[in-house]
T-cell receptor
Framework: DAGVTQSPTHLIKTRGQQVTLRCSPKSGHDTVSWYQQALGQGPQFIFQYYEEEERQRGNFPDRFSGHQFPNYSSELNVNALLLGDSALYLC???????????FGEGSRLTVL | QKEVEQNSGPLSVPEGAIASLNCTYSDRGSQSFFWYRQYSGKSPELIMFIYSNGDKEDGRFTAQLNKASQYVSLLIRDSQPSDSATYLCAVKRSNTGKLIFGQGTTLQVKP
């Protein structure tokens, strides 16, 4: 049983560019949450997707957007990248909005 | 005031000792409480959750919740070097999927 898979694992972008990160949830899970984790900090909630809709959103600007597909997989898009967007982006899946999350290994984004 | 506060540590304990990790939260509407463990360079993994006041035990781990004091703790008995990691406290309201994490406490268990 595959767990949560994320791609790419590492990527480097320059300021102003756009990035798309992808996530496939654990089998049987229908909800995907995205988190940003800066070095030495706890994960910060970006948003959560359920039934292809954004159900909850954290304090992130509109540059951060997402999508969930009928097969429950999800994408995180970040436009107009800033240096401060450099972080580990974690995808977590769950059944419904329980806090029992299963995390992927993350996508480490570096913005130069 | 941060929504979930933890002492960043590091907390250093000798092998075999009890490690006590603490967390306070500000939202009195929080209903569910979680402890995640994150090894260096890895993603967080759930180790325990607690919903009711009191203690909940799972092997060497005990979670303690006091909603009146808005306080959650995690005790690790017979600490092992393999327990060395960052422990993240997380809380959520029952009607929302927004799980709020603290900054984590780094635990070092010395042989």
């Amino acid at each position: 049983d595959a767990g949560v898979t994320q791609s790419p694992t590492h990527l480097i972008k320059t300021r102003g560019q756009q990035v798309t990160l992808r996530c496939s949830p654990k089998s049987g899970h229908d909800t995907v949450s995205w988190y940003q984790q800066a070095l030495g900090q706890g994960p910060q909630f970006i948003f959560q997707y359920y039934e292809e809709e954004e159900r909850q959103r954290g304090n992130f600007p509109d540059r951060f957007s997402g999508h969930q597909f009928p097969n429950y997989s999800s994408e995180l898009n970040v436009n107009a990248l800033l240096l401060g967007d450099s972080a580990l982006y974690l995808c977590a899946s769950s059944v419904g909005n329980t806090g029992e999350l299963f995390f992927g290994e993350g996508s480490r984004l570096t913005v130069l | 005031q941060k929504e979930v506060e933890q002492n960043s540590g590091p907390l250093s304990v000798p092998e075999g000792a009890i490690a006590s990790l603490n967390c306070t939260y500000s939202d009195r509407g929080s209903q569910s409480f979680f402890w995640y463990r994150q090894y260096s360079g890895k993603s967080p993994e759930l180790i325990m959750f607690i919903y009711s006041n009191g203690d909940k035990e799972d092997g060497r781990f005990t979670a303690q919740l006091n909603k009146a004091s808005q306080y959650v703790s995690l005790l690790i008995r017979d600490s092992q070097p393999s327990d060395s990691a960052t422990y993240l406290c997380a809380v959520k309201r029952s009607n929302t999927g927004k799980l709020i994490f603290g900054q984590g406490t780094t635990l070092q268990v010395k042989p």
